[in-house]
């Protein structure tokens, strides 16, 4: 990764849920697989998009990388710490260098406490924990401080959820995942659930703070428009596995993946005559289910482009130049 220091690297990661059977004698009949064995890595003060239609493991993902979920293996480092394998103290001071601003605003926040102590517990879990030396008084300034800094009013503190709109909410979910001075935010879809005028204001807002704080990002969401606006390199999900990685740049000017492809002609283009002209990819079939176990392309069953190798080996994610890499066999030979 050019001229930037990585922060996060994850390596053949999986996440597979077992699929139990029986009312009195539960027994397991098979996995979900959401994840089934990706690799990226996140830079210091860079934004990674991962995208991809819904159900495919943007959120596993991120809730893996964060150890919400524990993964089924694979590794997560962070700063060179492997997460999988740490122990609860050296977790929960890992967890500080890495905060989540989830989806939902209305799910995300406890309904029975006031927006201040929403945004203060990260700060007292910690100095309960032993891990942060900070006072009460502190506490109080810290969370005024960055009310203010995400747009809201140091005197809505003792208000409660239920009083904020939905870009309110989010506000305050942003400033709780700040509270802790992190390094890397892994935003999960956080402005899908919002009206478009608040979704622009909450994009800016993240992105003024990687500036100040040189924060990084791992930024989900299904929205294209959304993801080019604000990453530096993008990740096209599907079924669990990673198919494309490139700059933002790179990728929407020269998809290879012939999912990356659909996906991108079914982005608006704002000019009506373009709009008008261009081809629409549409992709037959629905998504196979992800309990099964695949040992061809997992695009395979829905792809306009598919060869007989296809249906024969999994490709493996390759660089094809300049760090465009690509999991197809159009544009390379290798098979696992």
């Keep these: 990764m050019e001229n930037k220091n990585t922060l996060l690297e994850v390596k053949d990661l999986k996440m597979h849920f077992p699929i139990e059977e029986g009312v009195i004698i539960r027994r397991k009949v098979g996995y979900i697989r959401a994840v089934d064995g990706i690799?990226?890595?996140?830079?210091?003060?860079?934004?990674?998009?991962?995208?991809?239609?819904?159900?495919c493991g943007k959120s596993t993902t991120a809730r893996c990388v964060a150890q919400l979920h524990k993964p089924?293996?694979?590794?997560?480092?962070?700063?060179?710490?492997?997460?999988?394998?740490?122990?609860?103290?050296?977790?929960?001071?890992?967890?500080m260098d890495m905060q989540m601003v989830f989806q939902d605003p209305y799910a995300s926040l406890n309904p029975r406490m006031t927006a201040g102590n929403i945004i203060a517990e990260p700060l007292?879990?910690?100095?309960?924990?032993?891990?942060?030396?900070?006072?009460?008084?502190?506490?109080?300034?810290?969370?005024?401080?960055?009310?203010?800094?995400?747009?809201?009013?140091?005197?809505?503190?003792?208000?409660?959820?239920h009083e904020f709109s939905g870009g309110q909410r989010q506000r305050i979910g942003v400033a709780r995942a700040l509270a802790l001075d992190p390094k890397i935010i892994l935003a999960d879809e956080p402005v899908s659930a919002l009206d478009v005028s608040i979704q622009s204001q909450i994009l800016n807002?993240?992105?003024?703070?990687?500036?100040?704080?040189?924060?990084?990002?791992?930024?989900?969401?299904?929205?294209?428009?959304?993801?080019?606006?604000?990453?530096?390199r993008i990740a096209v999900m599907y079924l669990g596995k990673i198919m494309e990685t490139s700059d933002s740049e790179e990728l929407y000017k020269n998809p290879l993946h012939p999912y990356t492809e659909a996906l991108l002609s079914a982005v608006p283009i704002p000019d009506p005559e373009i709009e008008r002209a261009r081809k629409r990819i549409i992709l037959t079939?629905?998504?196979?289910?992800?309990?099964?176990?695949?040992?061809?392309?997992?695009?395979?069953?829905?792809?306009?482009?598919k060869m007989d190798k296809c249906a024969e080996a999994v490709p493996r994610l390759e660089d094809v130049g300049g760090g465009h890499k690509v999991a197809c066999f159009l544009h390379h030979d290798s098979t696992e």
């Design 39 to 55: 690799e990226f890595e996140l830079g210091e003060g860079e934004t990674l998009g991962l995208v991809g239609e819904s159900g």
């Design 72 to 95: 089924t293996t694979g590794s997560v480092l962070l700063e060179g710490q492997n997460l999988c394998t740490s122990s609860k103290v050296d977790l929960l001071k890992a967890r």
């Design 124 to 161: 007292q879990i910690f100095k309960q924990r032993g891990v942060l030396n900070i006072g009460s008084k502190e506490i109080v300034e810290k969370v005024e401080m960055l009310m203010e800094k995400v747009g809201l009013s140091r005197f809505f503190r003792n208000r409660y959820p």
């Design 205 to 232: 807002l993240l992105a003024d703070f990687q500036r100040e704080m040189n924060l990084s990002y791992l930024f989900i969401a299904h929205d294209l428009a959304v993801i080019q606006h604000i990453s530096d």
């Design 285 to 305: 079939g629905d998504v196979p289910s992800p309990d099964t176990e695949r040992h061809s392309c997992y695009f395979y069953d829905r792809c306009p482009k």
